[in-house]
């Protein structure tokens, strides 16, 4: 099988791909927080993973990737309050629109999306656990994960714990041990969203919800691949880890991949800042393909930079490659012949790019070599057709490995006719008659 490299937060560099199960992966990475309409960087790591997962796909692996929905927390608490709904009815509406988003952007169906609301009672027996093996406490109305119970905390982020104590990300309370000790399950009889379990009644902290949808979605303690934002690194990743470690000793996944910021001039973008922009907004504006190109083009693990113009471009990008495949694949079929074979050569080059940490810009570099090839050949008279449809069948494959859709309507026999109709007018040198037809054969992408 070919050899895939990722780039590990956890060991700081790229490693050699090595599945803990001969053939198979397990991807998990973290999905939103569903109380609003996505913003658009939201989706920068569900382009990543699910061109991670296409690429493994093709070389030969079985995946099963999982992203959750978060649909139990204050923020979803306090926005059913403003709309006044249940916070189910809420969720389950942006679930819908973040949803609707994903088709537009071409992602592969999940293996499964839980919700955090499924896994309670697997949540309240694992933090009952956790107290029993003394990592975790109750103080007041809150029952705390004991950070110092874990040897190697900060290991994710490479962050010295007494750096972190007196660092001001962590929330201080005098209800904790440690400033650093963070909240695994809140006990409260409020009016938002709570459970009866055998720990209380109450809700979960979000840092548990993932470790157990991980446990109980692929059944196991370990999994290959756990992933997100960079911001979710600290403190989120590392919690999660933490109690995984305190648990069952592992650190819950053997590889730990995290995107790069989208930035909006050159600020992260996010709710909290003011500065977000919604995916559906976006969505409307651009084409599908237009905005992952806009992510795929700037490596996943680099910044990238939002600007309508930047959009704008890869929009222009996106159907320049529609038309490109579309004329030389109508050209094809109006003179009866078949698409061709893979081309070997740049098929290893352009996978051989992904399977190097997701390296779209080289694998591009092979896609656009293509694309002015059949360029070329679809303006030539004396075309070689077994060199375009090779070209033609090549780059359907290069697209469906990124996720692009290009998708156009097939020939009638009316096209068939008028583009007959067209060949013979040239032939005959009867200009006036193809001058008329051309601007019909252009706007249906066959000239």
């Not at 973290?30 to 993973?49: K, Q, S």
């Not at 874990?150 to 972190?164: F, M, T, W």
């Not at 403190?235 to 991949?257: C, D, F, R, V």
Request: charge should be negative.
């Amino acid at each position: 099988m070919r050899t895939i490299t990722l780039f590990d937060t956890l060991q700081g560099k790229e490693r050699e791909f090595i599945p803990l199960s001969e053939g198979k992966v397990d991807i998990y990475y973290c999905g939103p927080t569903v109380y609003n309409y996505v913003h658009l960087g939201n989706f920068r790591p569900t382009v990543t993973f699910d061109l991670l997962a296409r690429v493994m796909r093709e070389v030969g692996y079985e995946v099963r990737l999982v992203s959750n929905y978060t649909d139990i927390d204050d923020k979803i608490i306090k926005q059913a309050k403003l709309e006044g709904k249940s916070e189910k009815v809420l969720s389950e509406f942006y679930i819908k629109a973040y949803e609707d988003c994903l088709d537009q952007l071409n992602i592969t169906p999940l293996y499964c999306h839980p919700k955090a609301s499924e896994y309670i009672t697997k949540m309240a027996s694992f933090i009952h656990q956790l107290e029993e093996k003394g990592d975790a406490y109750q103080s007041g109305e809150d029952i705390y994960f004991r950070v110092s119970s874990v040897k190697d905390y900060g290991c994710l982020s490479k962050q010295n714990i007494k750096d972190l104590i007196s660092g001001a990300r962590i929330d201080v309370s005098d209800k904790k041990e440690s400033p650093l000790d963070f909240a695994l399950w809140k006990l409260t009889d409020d009016d938002g969203i709570k459970f009866d379990t055998e720990i209380g009644r109450g809700r979960p902290g979000w840092h548990t919800e993932c470790v157990c949808m991980v446990n109980g979605v692929f059944q196991k303690h370990l999994i290959d691949i756990h992933g997100g934002g960079f911001d979710l690194k600290f403190p989120h990743h590392e919690n999660e880890i933490a109690q995984s470690e305190a648990m069952y000793g592992t650190k819950l996944a053997n590889y730990w991949m995290h995107c790069g910021f989208l930035l909006t001039d050159g600020v992260k973008m996010s709710k909290s800042l003011g500065n977000s922009i919604l995916a559906k907004d976006v969505l409307q504006r651009h084409l599908g393909n237009g905005v992952r190109l806009f992510f795929l083009t700037t490596h996943y693990r680099s910044p990238v930079n939002y600007t309508e113009e930047n959009l704008d471009s890869m929009d222009k990008l996106a159907l320049r490659y529609l038309s490109s495949i579309r004329k030389a694949d109508y050209k094809l079929q109006l003179n009866s012949m078949p698409e061709g074979q893979l081309l070997k050569e740049d098929y290893d080059q352009f996978l051989d790019a992904l399977c190097h940490d997701l390296n779209v810009a080289n694998a591009l570099t092979v896609f656009d070599r293509e694309i002015k090839e059949i360029n070329t050949l679809s303006m030539k008279k004396d075309c070689d057709y077994a060199r375009l449809g090779s070209l033609v069948f090549t780059l359907k494959k290069f697209s469906d490995i990124l996720g692009l859709s290009f998708q156009y309507d097939a020939l009638t026999e009316e096209d068939k006719k008028l583009y007959q109709e067209f060949q013979e007018a040239r032939e005959q040198k009867n200009f006036q008659r193809s001058d008329e037809l051309r601007p019909l054969l252009m706007e249906k992408g066959i000239l």
